[in-house]
């Protein structure tokens, strides 16, 4: 394998320039810029020769190129280039700044830090792919059980079993209370709160119980709370859905917070008077997972969650 050190010399002394910036090699004043004695200089240039069986320099009367030097010279620029390049990407490899970070999203975090995650993430590690996979939260727990995903958001509620698995870790990023939303021609559609009690007799839309179990049990709670049972008119997996039913005056509802930021025509939210369950997002990943791109990922959503 050929010596780097030898190569990056052999370019030094073949480019060197004198003071009024033309070409001048020039062994001696080569070595005292390298802050090395010129004999081994000499030496590593000459081991260099016969490593590649040929005559780089014609050194009388004057030290020059050969006309092999001089094609060499080209090459071991450009091979140097490239060690460079490999060198940086090694390093940014290392930083966590180049690579690819799965990342299961949910619609609560989509409609509230998401955004500015993707924003602040980009502009920091322009060079890692994240790619974005809304998923379940049974799903994502074999997934991430599986090293298919990285890193998860979901629901606080869903992560209460999380030490009977053993692998995994959380962190809350983000409470939020549940508001109510109404069909727009609702009686109490005008009112700017609303007691959960007022709709004991109302039938409601609810998250679908096998694809987000966490908020259709927490809702369940809150009614529960309030003194009644909901009357579950209909479950829908996506909060999309659930406002288009509501919307259609199927039913109301309860969401997070965070369902404000979709501006359904036909449906109306409103504040709810009273204690209410707090609707928590966390995120999600394995314990043993040592990726610098997770860790730096983990501390843009801590740096965004803080405001």
Known sequence: MMNLERLERFVFLATLKNEAGQKDINMSRAAEQLHIPQPYLSKQIKQLEEELEVELFVRKPRLELTLYGKVFLTDAQRLLEQVERIEMSAKQVNQGEIGQLVVGISTSVSNGLLPDILRVFRQRFPNVNLRLQELVSEDSRQRLQDRTLDV?????????????????????????????????????????????SDFAAEPFVLPACDRVPGLHTMIRMACLEAGFHPKVAQEAAWMTSILSLVAGEIGVTLLPANVMNLQRTGVVYRKIS???????????WRRDNQSKILSNFLNVVREVSRG
């Not at 030490?163 to 939303?181: A, C, G, I, P």
Request: charged letters at 20%; proline letters at 7%.
């Open 152 to 196: 998860d958001f979901e629901n606080l509620y869903n992560l209460q079993d999380v030490d009977d698995r053993h692998f995994l870790t959380y962190e809350v990023v983000k409470q939020e209370s549940l508001v109510m939303v109404l069909p727009k021609e609702h009686p109490l559609a005008d009112q700017p709160q609303v007691q959960l």
């Open 274 to 284: 009273g204690q209410l369950p707090v609707f928590q997002i966390a995120m999600t």
